[in-house]
């Protein structure tokens, strides 16, 4: 089934903890990105990522970092985890940046305390 | 700015009516447009696109409206089901894929 993980599903830490949020699609995806979802603002993308080695800020970057080491892996990681960081996170995939259809995750819920 | 909005964060729609939600964009380049279903717990799921070169296209009871002239984008659900009880929100894209915020689909008995 072709589809795209995210772990953990659920995760509660405390400001300036560092964590990692995976995210792996099985579809051969070149084209995988992360977005927040926030009340009242939508899905806003924080980064992207063309190709293995290849990634790129998008609108809402700050305190966040990510790495493409391969295909297949797109992990988030936020190195220092603020309050303002509590949100709903999408990892996406698709098969190339022009290619229109784009599979979601089912979200990691995050609260930062 | 460039945005994509909906004009109502909530509708409710009698169990076997048509839904009706709409959006209103702002960026007149964008080529490209997705209406996406969001059920709670779950991430986006895509239901139907449509490029800027066409005026409708329809799914299985569901049909996209794209009016240029005014900047407006229309999803009509056919025969409301319960499992049709989701956020609907739209994007566009032009350089980069641009979400709504979305509108509440809340379908009553």
């Known amino acids: 089934e072709a589809q795209v993980t995210q772990n953990p599903r659920y995760l509660i830490t405390v400001t300036g903890k560092k964590l990692t949020v995976t995210c792996s699609q099985n579809?051969?995806?070149?084209?995988m990105s992360w977005y927040r979802q926030d009340p009242g603002l939508g899905l806003r993308q924080i980064y992207y990522?063309?190709?293995?080695?290849?990634?790129d800020k998008g609108d809402v970057p700050e305190g966040y970092k990510v790495s493409r080491k391969e295909k297949r892996n797109f992990p988030l990681i936020l190195e220092s985890p603020s309050p303002n960081q509590t949100s709903l996170y999408f990892c996406?995939?698709?098969?190339?940046?022009?290619?229109?259809?784009?599979?979601f995750g089912p979200g990691t819920r995050l609260l930062v305390l | 700015g460039e945005s994509v909005g909906l004009h109502l964060p909530t509708l409710s729609v009698q169990e076997g009516d048509n839904s009706i939600i709409n959006c209103a964009y702002s960026n007149s380049a964008s080529d490209y447009f997705i209406w996406y279903k969001q059920e709670s717990g779950k991430g986006p799921q895509f239901i139907i696109d449509i490029r800027s070169n066409m005026d409708k296209r329809q799914g299985q009871r569901v049909t996209v409206l794209l009016n240029k002239t005014v900047k407006h984008l229309s999803l009509q659900i056919a025969a409301t089901q319960p499992g049709d009880s989701a956020v609907y929100f739209c994007a566009e894209r032009d350089d980069k894929i641009i979400f709504g915020k979305g509108t509440r689909l809340h379908i009553l008995p």
């Open positions: 996406a995939s698709r098969a190339e940046r022009n290619q229109e259809t784009q599979y």
């Open positions: 990522s063309m190709n293995v080695e290849v990634t």
């Open positions: 579809m051969n995806h070149e084209y």
